[in-house]
């Protein structure tokens, strides 16, 4: 404030990082913003913010930013910059060519979960009615795919069931491969203080995890599974309900298909899903197992919170439905203090799956080949929609390599960097005749692009995100699109130029026109969110003021469904050339692969990623703190230093991925969800050895 002077005005806004989707006032001088203050009003921060939101500005003027347009036609020439006009005409034109050399098929998108819910709608509108296909993803694919399957096949939703306000109502909390003080440490703020109230915490992480830390509590139940037995770990638990009678048989009968319960019923207690048949596979001592369950069922409250070290899994789809069965099992669904709690780590990512980027649904959730729902579009759109699903975007990696998929529009997203196995990534992107990278930075996606396109950061538009607890929180525009255009005004000039008319004047014609065709919106409009400050989806006739806690008093597919969910090991193998098992994670200070909290000031505070292993491990090879260390997979090879600590269990390491150096992606394998491709970020078999600095 001192340097850049006092503020002259102030816009209500929502910050662009994680899946809490904080309010801020951004205090400006003129087209600058002065300062982020948590915002008093903010009802899913309630004045609260951490240190990555206070700081997020910054990123916005960085110098790296991409103004100007760009083009070439082919990635070893140099940029050319060029207008907006000649930019689209070209993307249009190579994008026609390659559907005229290759068929219909041979291009789709990539929408982001970093975009707002109108520009993730148009992206995917623009290649279901202007590309004629329904090959479009999302960067929700590698992160929580398989909670839309997985909660969506039990619950009948693809949500969260809870505000983020209900753990104050919680009596039990059970965390799960999620780590809230670092990756939303505003909610992590908000569990700490209902821990220090006398709530009950069960963490199942191989890592001991900083909430376990937190000052004057104790009891904590620390289940430290070997990455990859989720499953089995979360059936062992169900096991003790049922076996030991803990269940909540009142709300089975009453809530919960009987068909399916006893089904389930019978699978569950089968000895081979036991504590004690599950303690050589997780770990896990048994005992620990049984009093996690005894604690979780008894509790009057029980609350799940579960993040991406349940999804990225090859059984992440499997593991949030063994999730919903334990919350259908006890009763805990449909009321304030419990409920089944995806934290996204995204801003948007539930917004982008609600807006219908998947390959094989519409906005809502509405399948493709739902000839009803898919009517609703083909009248308001204009257009004979296809009734296939398209490409998922590993699918679409792979058909490029084959050569049958040639053109690829993404928008805010860095596939290069973040999806697993770089080499085969980079091998596709090559292999295109047409890539469009739309981004604010020049990312190491754009490297193999032949058309750049400036993006806007969430400081230069209007729109919606959609938090973790389905609140939609309007974001404000503060400052001049440094590039010009917004990204939905991009989307439209690029529909129209390939053909396909589009015409919206504001983003909030756009959302009439999301709540026109998604069952779950209908009653939401940028007046009633400056009416109400924000909506909780469903937000409809039943709940015309959007619905904070779900599942109240039914479900969307009538009755809940406990699903069967056998316990698979992952392919991924320890071996004598790989004995040590690695998993990932972030730290409060930066932001997934750090494009943009590396360009803000709290950067300093993490300035590489290391390799965390426990003491055991470093002695057995003979590393110190801070040595070099060679780290090779099955799929890659790369170089981080030693960090040595007890957070870690023997036999397991650690990093983080926010910098381009770590080399995390390159040495993750292609393993997938079984439903979803989302892929097996966490269980990666690795060797260690101390090498010179790179
Ligand atoms: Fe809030 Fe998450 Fe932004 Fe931090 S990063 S201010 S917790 S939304």
Not at 140 to 156: D, E, F, I, N, Q
Not at 485 to 506: F, R
Not at 551 to 580: C, M, W
Not at 681 to 689: C, G, H, M, P, R
Request: hydrophobic share 35%; aromatic share 8%.
């Amino acid at each position: 404030v001192i340097e850049m002077g006092q503020p002259e005005h102030s816009v209500i806004t929502t910050c662009a990082y994680c899946g809490v989707g904080c309010s801020f006032k951004a205090e400006m001088k003129g087209d600058k913003v002065v300062r982020m203050v948590p915002y008093k009003g903010g009802q899913a921060n309630q004045s609260h913010s951490c240190v990555k939101g206070r700081f997020a500005f910054g990123y916005a003027t960085h110098k790296d930013r991409i103004v100007d347009p760009m083009i070439r036609d082919d990635i070893h020439q140099p940029w050319r910059k060029v207008s907006w006009q000649d930019a689209i005409e070209f993307s249009a034109k190579k994008l026609r060519a390659t559907q005229e050399t290759y068929g219909k098929q041979s291009i789709g998108g990539i929408t982001s979960s970093r975009c707002t819910n109108e520009e993730t709608y148009l992206v995917q509108k623009l290649i279901r009615a202007a590309f004629g296909n329904n090959n479009t993803d999302t960067c929700a694919r590698v992160c929580h795919s398989p909670t839309g399957y997985g909660l969506k096949s039990t619950l009948g939703e693809s949500a969260g069931t809870q505000t983020f306000d209900s753990v104050k109502h919680s009596d039990c909390i059970l965390v799960i491969g999620a780590n809230p003080t670092d990756a939303h440490p505003v909610f992590g703020s908000m569990l700490r203080k209902r821990l220090r109230q006398g709530a009950k915490l069960i963490v199942a992480d191989p890592r001991k995890i900083d909430l376990l830390n937190t000052p004057h509590v104790t009891g904590a139940i620390h289940l430290p599974l070997r990455p990859g037995t989720n499953v089995a770990l979360v059936n062992a638990i169900a096991h003790t309900i049922m076996q030991e009678d803990l269940q909540d048989q009142h709300f089975i009968d009453a809530r919960c298909d009987d068909a399916a319960f006893k089904k389930w019923q019978a699978f569950i207690l089968e000895d081979n899903n036991s504590p004690e048949a599950m303690e050589p596979i997780t770990g896990v001592p048994a005992a620990d197992i049984r009093r996690a369950a005894r604690e979780y069922a008894k509790a009057g409250n029980g609350a799940i919170y579960y993040g991406l070290g349940v999804t990225e899994h090859s059984q992440g789809s499997t593991m949030v439905m063994g999730i919903a069965n334990l919350a259908l099992a006890t009763g805990n669904i449909g009321r304030e203090g419990v409920g089944v709690n995806p934290l996204r780590g995204q801003n948007n990512v539930q917004g982008s799956c609600d807006m219908g980027s998947f390959p094989h649904e519409l906005p809502g959730y509405q399948h493709v080949s739902d000839h009803i729902a898919r009517g609703h579009f083909e009248k308001v759109w204009n257009v004979k929609l296809d009734h296939e699903p398209g490409l998922r975007i590993p699918n679409m990696f792979d058909a490029a390599i084959a050569g049958k998929f040639k053109g690829m529009y993404v928008q805010g997203e860095d596939i290069a960097q973040s999806d697993p196995n770089t080499h085969h990534v980079e091998k596709a992107l090559k292999s295109l005749d047409c890539l469009i990278v739309q981004d604010i930075f020049l990312n190491e996606t754009a490297k193999f692009a032949h058309v750049l396109l400036p993006d806007s950061t969430f400081l230069e538009k209007n729109g919606t995100f959609t938090n973790a607890e389905r609140r939609i929180n309007r974001v404000r525009k503060v400052m001049p699109a440094l590039g010009g255009k917004e990204d939905w005004q991009v989307t439209v000039d690029l529909a129209n130029a390939l053909g396909y008319p589009m015409s919206y004047s504001h983003p909030s014609e756009i959302m009439d026109e999301i709540a026109s065709l998604t069952p779950s919106f209908t009653g939401v409009s940028y007046q009633k969110l400056e009416e109400q400050g924000s909506i909780q989806w469903p937000c409809n006739a039943q709940h015309p003021n959007g619905t904070p806690t779900m599942h109240e008093v039914d479900f969307p597919i009538g009755k809940g469904n406990f699903a069967i969910t056998q316990y698979l090991a992952t392919e991924e193998k320890t071996s004598r050339r790989f004995p040590l098992l690695l998993t990932t994670g972030r730290i409060l200070s930066q932001y997934n692969v750090g494009a943009q909290t590396r360009r803000t000031d709290n950067q300093t505070w993490h300035d590489e990623d290391q390799l965390e292993l426990h003491p055991s491990d470093a002695e057995l090879r003979g590393i110190k703190q801070g040595d070099w260390l060679g780290i090779t997979s099955r799929a890659g090879h790369t170089v981080l230093r030693a960090c040595i600590n007890e957070r870690m269990q023997p036999g397991v390491v650690y990093t983080t991925f926010h910098h381009p150096h770590s080399g995390a992606n390159v040495i993750t394998t292609d393993n997938s969800d079984w439903a979803t491709n989302c892929p097996e970020y966490k269980v990666t078999a690795v060797q260690l050895e101390k090498v010179s600095q790179p």
